[in-house]
């Protein structure tokens, strides 16, 4: 199993690749850190281009090379990878599937891979995900509401938000349980993640009305048996109003959030929004989106 | 299957917002007093300004799309588009992008450092005039991304040779780039041979029979309202960007160290600096006679001959696209010229304007200048000129005035990093942000506007 990581900048990714190597080792999956920067607008690209073949004459690298070095040595320092591994080389820039990726040190070559990509970053990432088949993409932010639907819209994979995560923080686990036909699938990835992560989970279940309907009693139940069978504890709640706002409530900041994906039309959640995608929005904690 | 139709959607949205306001275009009536094949000159100009601006095509496709559109819409004859796709102009073009591969890859930018390093000493702020003083001087000549790319690394290694760790450097960092980058930009307009746009307005006011503008003119116009900017522009960096420390001595001693070890200048660089030289005085006595382009090219096949830089490296490095677009876009600047659409479009601003724009030339001027910066930071300076020269040339005033007055206004992209080449290969190295463009970019327009203005208006006139 292999987890795909997106990072931008050490400000802005710390978190991210922080969580991303916890759960990966949590799974024992391997790790892709994919960078995502700017493309140089067309016009630019000689001169551009120009410049960086004179910058590497003076030992000076592709600023997306400096984040995945970065990103490099962070995961040693988590222990993700041997602290004592051979050092990152950004002379060891390979092109490969249409896009650069940093060969690093034999042994630990198929753990850790680190990509680099220009471009739009729904497009780059969906491109990634379509090389190599990922369960998971972890993505910081949440909070940019063009970039999180988009990002829901069109990755086939399940989406790890990294919103306001803290590493010194014992999470929860949030399950939001429906009768949607990704629910089942969001239970069980909530098994082995409670699992990994030695976590209790909150079964949620959210109407809009005051009765709840016979597809969505019957999924809880079956979350309910699920996780009795994985001898995961947990607790139920069966709560009426808004879902959304219900999930963010409950969540506070300290549980993630486990949704499976709507099971509304393309065209209408394109035009309107989802159910998961306002809530990873309006949480003020990580939140994960199982397909 | 939605899903993927919705994608393709989202990734193409800008080319079907080209289709439709083109095709929405080709069903309205015809407006008075504009030709058919003006107006469908006009319907293309829009298609090819949002194609280039949201680059939802590659940018050679759209070049091409300017070529099929006029064949096919009938606005000229298959010959006589391919021919509006060739002149002097797009041989600049194309001479001088090889011609920055060739001299990028002799090497110099070693001997280059000395150079500055030894006039400016470890002060940050003599060093921000030096890299300011000199690329805008290099820059007039040699064009804004032969510098960038030569000096770029420096500034760069400087930044990162300081003791400090140069995440805590940011104004520091800032103040170099952007002296590097600005002075580069305000060097760009000085002669001819600073950019491509001011070849493409001499190509125009010849073309259209509007005026004989030689290498040297150029220069009596330009270069004093580049030198008198120099002051004020680096007053406005050093203000902007209060740098974290005031001396970088352990850098320079770093460097020059470094720049040693390449040794004295080499037989090949110091023909190559020759060949340059070369090239420079053919700009300035022979461009009247044979064309800034065609000197260019010779330019080109003495390096080449010479063996200074191989063809195989020119072919990769140069962007053969920009060379297609420009050239593209030149025709279509032709063709609004010809079908009559940019002096109706002209007109019609005049005629927006009010008595003002006809009574009053500077009113006119501002109006040039004003929208050519703004447009200029939303698209290239070049593809601005090429598209938007045509019509300010026959507002009403001067046309020479109004001519030079988009060439030099096309260059004040400071605002955007997408409004000059400089810009953007600064912004390409990950340490600046948009707002840092913004922050200072203002000050810097509204400084290069006021001297434009005051050009436009006292001095100019007086070398009609």
């Known amino acids: 199993m292999r987890f795909l990581v997106a990072i931008s900048s050490p400000i802005y990714s710390e978190r991210t690749l922080q969580i991303g190597s916890s759960i990966a080792e949590a799974f024992k999956a391997e790790l892709s850190v994919v960078y995502v920067g700017d493309r140089p607008k067309a016009l630019a690209t000689g001169g551009v281009n120009l410049a960086r073949d004179a910058m590497l004459n003076w030992d000076i690298h592709h600023p997306g090379v400096d984040v995945l070095r970065w990103a490099y040595s962070r995961l040693q320092e988590y222990e993700f990878i041997d602290a004592d591994a051979e050092q990152f080389d950004p002379k060891d820039l390979v092109e490969d599937d249409g896009r650069l990726r940093v060969v690093v040190p034999h042994t630990h070559g198929e753990k850790i891979r680190l990509i680099l990509r220009e471009g739009d970053p729904v497009e780059e990432l969906k491109q990634e995900t379509n090389i190599r088949d990922y369960p998971l993409t972890i993505v910081g932010g949440g909070s940019r509401k063009r970039l999180t639907r988009q990002l829901i819209q069109f990755i086939d994979t399940s989406l790890l938000f990294v919103k306001n995560f803290d590493v010194d923080k014992k999470y929860k686990l949030l399950l939001c349980v429906d009768d949607s036909a990704a629910t089942r699938r969001a239970v069980m990835f909530c098994g082995r993640v409670a699992q990994a992560l030695d976590t209790e989970v909150m079964l949620v279940t959210a109407s809009k009305t005051k009765g709840f309907g016979p597809g969505y009693s019957k999924a809880a139940a079956w979350a309910k048996r699920y996780m009795e069978r994985l001898k995961i504890a947990h607790t139920q709640e069966f709560v009426t109003g808004d879902p959304a706002t219900t999930f963010v409530r409950l969540a506070g900041s300290d549980h993630i959030i486990v949704m499976g994906k709507s099971k509304m039309h393309p065209l209408k959640a394109w035009l309107t929004g989802t159910k998961p995608g306002d809530t990873v929005l309006k949480a003020d904690s990580p939140a994960i989106l199982v397909k | ?464």
Not at chain 2, 49 to 69: D, F, G, K, N, R
Not at chain 2, 119 to 126: A, P, Q
Not at chain 2, 159 to 186: C, K, M, Q, W
Request: positive net charge; charged residues 10%; hydrophobic residues 55%.
């Open chain 2, 1 to 464: 299957m939605i899903r993927a139709v919705l994608y393709w959607f989202y990734q193409k949205r800008w080319l079907l917002v080209a289709v439709i306001v083109g095709t929405v275009m080709l069903f309205l009536p015809v407006p008075d007093g504009l030709t058919l094949a003006g107006y469908r000159t006009l319907a293309i100009v829009l298609v090819v300004i949002i194609l280039i601006v949201s680059e939802a095509v590659p940018l050679p496709a759209t070049a091409l799309l300017i070529a099929v559109l006029q064949v096919i819409l009938g606005i000229d004859e298959p010959t006589h588009v391919a021919q509006t796709y060739m002149s002097d102009s797009v041989f600049f073009i194309m001479g001088s992008l090889m011609l920055a591969v060739a001299v990028v890859r002799q090497g110099l930018d070693a001997r280059l450092t000395l150079g500055i390093l030894s006039l400016t000493g470890t002060s940050v702020y003599r060093i921000m005039w030096g890299f300011f003083i000199i690329s805008l001087l290099l820059t007039s000549f040699m064009g804004e991304h032969t510098i960038v790319a030569m000096l770029l690394p420096v500034a760069l290694t400087l930044i990162r040779s300081t003791p400090e760790d140069d995440t805590e450097l940011r104004n520091l960092t800032r103040l170099l780039l952007f002296a590097l980058a600005y002075g580069s930009v305000l060097g760009s307009f000085g002669t001819p041979s600073g950019g491509a746009r001011n070849a493409i307005m001499i190509g125009y006011l010849s073309d259209f029979g509007l005026a004989k503008v030689s290498y040297l003119r150029w220069i009596v116009f330009a270069y004093p309202l580049m030198l008198v900017q120099i002051p004020l522009g680096g007053y406005i960096l050093g203000r902007t960007f209060k740098p974290e420390v005031a001396s970088l001595s352990q850098a320079v001693f770093r460097l020059k160290q470094k720049v040693a070890e390449a040794g004295p200048l080499t037989p090949q660089q110091r023909l190559a600096v020759i060949l340059f030289v070369l090239v420079f005085l053919g700009w300035v006595f022979l461009s009247d006679k044979i064309g800034i382009g065609i000197v260019a090219l010779a330019g080109v096949f003495l390096y080449l001959a010479t063996g200074l830089v191989e063809w195989q490296d020119i072919n990769q490095r140069t962007n053969w696209g920009v060379v297609l677009l420009y050239a593209g876009t030149i025709s279509l600047g032709i063709q609004l010229k010809n079908t009559g659409a940019a002096v109706w479009i002209a007109d019609n601003f005049v005629g927006l304007m009010g008595s003002l724009m006809t009574q009053f030339e500077v009113v006119q001027y501002a109006f040039v200048v004003i929208i050519t910066t703004i447009v200029v930071n939303i698209m290239s300076p070049s593809a601005t000129v090429a598209v938007m020269g045509p019509m300010f040339m026959n507002l009403g005033a001067e046309p020479l005035l109004l001519g030079m007055a988009t060439a030099v206004a096309s260059a004040f992209g400071y605002m955007t990093a997408v409004g000059s080449a400089a810009g953007m290969i600064i912004a390409s190295t990950g340490y600046l942000k948009p707002k840092d463009f913004l922050r200072v970019g203002w000050r810097f327009a509204l400084m290069s506007l006021i001297f434009l203005m005051g050009a436009l208006l006292f001095y100019w006139p007086r070398l009609l």
